[in-house]
């Protein structure tokens, strides 16, 4: 079966999103012909030159306003390589909560830009809300291209513009194409107009995007909806069948998988899986339906959480959240209960404190706010009755979300995505400083470069230092080695000291940056996962983040192998070596990948100097 994308859509009102949903659907032969022609025939009634394809999604507006879903229309059609479902979400500005719940599920996020008007507000506050939704992959269309001459000097400074903003967010993968909606250039095929544009079409880009990987395939949960536990049918049944139904929310699971269920803890094996019509499955990935069985009788109950001994969620009844408000009916502020829904468990939760409340455009953060309005935003403390099963929002879409709901009208009010559990640190406070980010002279950022030992992370990033303060810009070189003889003397090569020597560069990265500094980091940092909290970290602060992957393959590493260390671990004299007995995972999205045949050190210093500045 192919596989199924889901796109949502963003961008201000005419910027042409009825036209390009219209254009695809037209183009990719999916509409009925009916349909069709009614469009051509208002068209032509109208004296519109060209079948106005808004047409056909304007039909779905009629749907929206008798208020059959909450103001997103999907959209549903199909090419040979794949299915797609778009979300149309609505751009007036106060269509926040629209868009976090049409875009919530989406792989991929289309953002439409008019080419005469360039980045706007919208554009910056579609983008952070798909950024922040954790939309993998973003894709700029620059419209309307045909009304700026088809101009490549256009596209290119609106181009920079938005990356020059997508910095500060934490964006996966960024596509630009400029297009036509209306004409369909560079929709289903290459634009004949815009022959310097090298890309794909839309559609071909949509239907090659890589998602597999976007999937969360190690963090295996699966929440508990109901407990199935028949009558017994024949005396030949010596126990009663017991299984429990629910959607796998992430990784794998497969008969014979050792499992705990939380939160009592109580551990045994999955002994078989039913599918859809009682069929025995050999494995059970995200998003299936299914009923598990256990090898042992335990006491499991709805909203309880089957999991892996060694990958547990986290458990506990305090979160650190972002929440959407939803409603005009009332405000949040510290104080306020709700019930809390999360995967399938709920919970009485008090806001214990309402931390700020994010402008989505400016990206400021206003910590005196003293409630979230409709469609506002803000960083909240949740205090659960009941203890909570859940992840980062970052890493699991399912259980790292959650909904809030008013006890008194039972209404949805809120939808929140957590940041993490509440940090330990209790009776601390944060002092707020009387020098402004903006008042210093300098803007600081961080350049991470990451790769295995030998890649030439120190060399390259000497350079880059050097060129940095030779141009006058104030920059800092934390560098590994240099720091595991000073601040993290204590830490070996394990793989939690690793975690904590990544953690502590990072934070040290971050207040240079904040200071004005331009921080230059070489750390081998061979998790994903902790590289990503990096990023989170200065994205939070508004601090611009560059990822480097010096991506030298091993064996280049291995026969340069300055300092010996590749022969020891070879001959056993060293263990959890990174990339010999130790993992190196390499970076998923990096901003900049550096390869040796891009160059000596020099040009690569320059290579990242000039995406900074591009
Ligand atoms: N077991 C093992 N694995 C990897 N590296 C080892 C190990 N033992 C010592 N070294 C030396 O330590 C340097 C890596 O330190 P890092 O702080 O960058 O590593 S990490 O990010 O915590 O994984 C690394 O420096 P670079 O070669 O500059 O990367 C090595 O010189
Ligand atoms: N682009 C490059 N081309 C060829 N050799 C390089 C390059 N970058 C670094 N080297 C050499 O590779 C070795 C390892 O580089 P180093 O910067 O110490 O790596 P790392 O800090 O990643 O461990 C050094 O001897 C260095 O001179």
Redesign the pocket.
């Known amino acids: 079966m192919s596989q199924l994308l889901r796109l949502a859509t963003a961008g201000s009102v005419d910027d042409g999103k009825s036209t390009l949903i219209g254009r695809l659907l037209y183009d990719s032969k999916a509409i009925f012909e009916d349909q069709l022609e009614a469009v051509e025939r208002t068209s032509a009634a109208r004296g519109d030159e060209h079948a106005n394809l808004a047409l056909l999604t304007d039909g779905l507006r009629a749907e929206r306003e008798q208020g059959i879903t909450i103001d997103v229309a999907h959209r549903y059609f199909a090419t040979p390589k794949r299915k797609f479902i778009i979300a149309d979400t609505p751009g007036h500005a106060q269509y926040t909560r629209n868009m976090v719940t049409g875009a919530s599920t989406a792989d991929v996020a289309l953002i439409l830009v008019d080419a005469r008007n360039g980045i706007v507000e919208q554009t910056r506050r579609h983008a952070f809300l798909s950024t922040l939704l954790g939309i993998p992959h973003l894709v700029v269309c620059v419209n309307k291209m045909d009304l700026v001459g088809w101009s490549k000097d256009r596209f290119d400074e609106i181009r920079e513009e938005f990356r020059q903003f997508a910095m500060k967010l934490n964006v996966g993968d960024l596509t630009f194409i400029p297009v036509s909606a209306l004409l369909g250039d560079n929709i289903v095929d290459r634009s004949t107009n815009m022959a310097w544009y090298e890309g794909s079409a839309l559609l071909h880009h949509l239907e090659q995007l890589h998602i597999a990987s976007d999937h969360n395939l190690i963090d295996a949960r699966l929440a508990v909806q109901y407990v199935i536990r028949p009558q017994r049918q024949t005396d030949a049944d010596l126990h009663d069948f017991r299984g429990y139904a629910g959607t796998v929310a992430s990784g794998v699971f497969a008969p014979g998988d050792d499992v705990v269920v939380l939160p009592s803890g109580f551990a045994s094996t999955v002994k078989a899986i039913w599918g859809p019509g009682g069929r025995p499955l050999d494995e059970a990935f995200a998003p299936s339906a299914v009923t598990v069985e256990l090898a042992d009788d335990i006491d499991v109950s709805r909203g309880d959480m089957l999991c892996r001994p060694n990958n547990r969620p986290h458990v506990g009844h305090e979160l650190d959240a972002l929440v959407c408000w939803f409603t005009d009916q009332s405000t949040l502020a510290a104080g306020s209960r709700y019930i809390l829904r999360h995967s399938t468990r709920e919970s009485k939760a008090v806001v214990a404190s309402l931390d700020y409340r994010l402008d989505v455009n400016t990206l400021h953060r206003d910590e005196a706010a003293p409630s979230l309005g409709l469609n506002e935003i803000g960083r909240v403390q949740l205090r659960t009755q009941q203890p909570m099963l859940f992840d980062p929002y970052r890493h699991n879409r399912t259980t790292g979300s959650f909904i809030l709901v008013d006890e008194a009208t039972n209404n949805t009010v809120a939808a929140g995505m957590i940041t993490a559990p509440t940090q330990k640190a209790t009776n601390v406070v944060w002092h707020e400083a009387a020098v402004r980010r903006e008042d210093r002279a300098t803007q600081g950022r961080t350049v991470w470069l990451t ?1 295995l ?8 990033a000497v350079e880059l230092e050097r060129r940095l303060v030779a141009s006058g810009t104030a920059a800092y070189l934390l560098d590994g080695d240099n720091l595991r003889h000073g601040l993290n003397a204590d830490l070996g090569f394990s793989a939690e000291d690793r975690a904590e020597n990544v953690r502590r560069v990072g934070q040290v990265a971050r207040l240079l940056a904040d200071a004005g500094l331009v921080a230059i980091v ?1 750390v081998i940092s061979p998790y994903q996962a902790e590289r990503d909290r990096i990023r989170d970290l200065h994205v939070e602060a508004g601090l611009p983040f560059t990822e480097v992957f ?1 991506d030298t393959p091993l064996e280049v590493c291995e026969s ?1 192998d ?1 300092k010996h260390l590749y022969a020891k671990a070879r001959a056993g004299e060293i263990t959890d070596f990174t990339g010999i007995d130790a993992p190196y995972e390499k970076p998923t999205n990096p901003d900049l990948v550096l390869r ?1 045949e891009d160059g ?2 020099r040009a ?1 210093a320059q290579a990242i100097l000039d995406s900074l500045q591009g």
């Open positions: 790769g030992s030998g890649s030439g992370k120190s060399t390259v070489s010096v340069r300055p040796p000596d050190p690569l």
